[in-house]
T-cell receptor, first 110, second 115 residues
Framework: EDQVTQSPEALRLQEGESSSLNCSYT??????LFWYRQDPGKGPEFLFTLYSAGEEKEKERLKATLTKKESFLHITAPKPEDSATYLCAVHPPNDYKLSFGAGTTVTVRA | DTEVTQTPKHLVMGMTNKKSLKCEQHMGHRAMYWYKQKAKKPPELMFVYSYEKLSINESVPSRFSPECPNSSLLNLHLHALQPEDSALYLCASSQVDMITYNEQFFGPGTRLTVL
């Protein structure tokens, strides 16, 4: 069965302390990998779509990269407002639905 | 505009009540979805509508009844729910059907509590 694993489960950072979140997957022939940010009690907010190995996307302090077996979400010089749960989801080639990882909860302290 | 709206934001209902959740998008998307999300878990797919027709039902109990009146609107009718149905209900939409590629935009969700 296709699997998406995110690590770490939780990440506590000091403001300005850069770090990376990992999303590894066992899907072959990926149709797309998606990153979302979710604040407590709210719907996921779309961040990035990655389609092929080597692809990179950036938005403010966030940068997403993709290899054949994993994706990284780099947070550069985070601020407290970057605190959220970051979800990774993949679209397998022969399935109609997204496979979500369990998420990484990031807490940035001032 | 990448906004999906959902009403109400919060809903408390008894097990004998009938209520409805509403979702609207004006992005011209032709696929719309209902998800259920429990605390500290990822969203779980419930239903998919493609071109206003129900294309996927993830074996959801009949006490949940979806409806897509037009390409912009999606409803979820609730009847005789159980306390374990309490969750955040999310609506999402995407530009194309899930079979091709999938970039979904989610609404803010409805927090449902079943007493």
């Amino acid at each position: 069965e296709d699997q998406v694993t995110q690590s770490p489960e939780a990440l506590r950072l000091q403001e300005g302390e850069s770090s990376s979140l990992n999303c590894s997957y066992t899907v072959s022939g990926l149709r797309g990998l998606f990153w979302y940010r979710q604040d407590p009690g709210k719907g996921p907010e779309f961040l990035f779509t990655l389609y092929s190995a080597g692809e990179e996307k950036e938005k403010e302090r966030l940068k997403a990269t993709l290899t054949k077996k994993e994706s990284f979400l780099h947070i550069t010089a985070p601020k407290p407002e970057d605190s959220a749960t970051y979800l990774c989801a993949v679209h397998p080639p022969n399935d109609y639905k997204l496979s979500f990882g369990a998420g990484t909860t990031v807490t940035v302290r001032a | 505009d990448t906004e999906v709206t959902q009403t109400p934001k919060h809903l408390v209902m008894g097990m004998t009540n009938k209520k409805s959740l509403k979702c609207e998008q004006h992005m011209g998307h032709r696929a719309m979805y209902w998800y259920k999300q429990k605390a500290k878990k990822p969203p779980e797919l419930m239903f998919v509508y493609s071109y206003e027709k129900l294309s996927i039902n993830e074996s959801v109990p009949s006490r949940f009844s979806p409806e897509c009146p037009n390409s912009s609107l999606l409803n979820l009718h609730l009847h005789a729910l159980q306390p374990e149905d309490s969750a955040l209900y999310l609506c999402a939409s995407s530009q194309v059907d899930m079979i091709t590629y999938n970039e979904q935009f989610f609404g803010p969700g409805t927090r449902l509590t079943v007493l």
